[in-house]
């Protein structure tokens, strides 16, 4: 049952996640400049990813600043 919770809430985080920040993106104030956030480059990463956030892990916060 908790596993079925879980992934309930996990699945649409990382749908938004990886819309919002996945692949390569413009630079939100420069729309010439393209950057990416490490760990979301492909959708199969953004699973550990999402997870290490959740954890208060290490993760590429500077780079997802500049997107949103």
């Known amino acids: 049952k908790f596993l079925f919770l879980y992934m ?3 699945i649409p985080y990382l749908a938004a996640f990886w819309m919002t ?6 630079v939100q ?3 010439t400049v393209e950057v990416s956030v490490s760990g979301f480059e492909y959708p ?3 699973f550990f990813s ?3 956030l959740t954890l208060v892990d290490d993760y590429d ?5 500049l997107i949103d």
């Open 21 to 26: 920040f996945g692949g390569t993106k413009k």
């Open 29 to 31: 104030n420069n729309q």
């Open 44 to 46: 199969g990463q953004i």
């Open 50 to 52: 999402l997870f290490r």
């Open 8 to 10: 309930e809430f996990y």
């Open 61 to 65: 916060y500077d780079n997802m600043l």
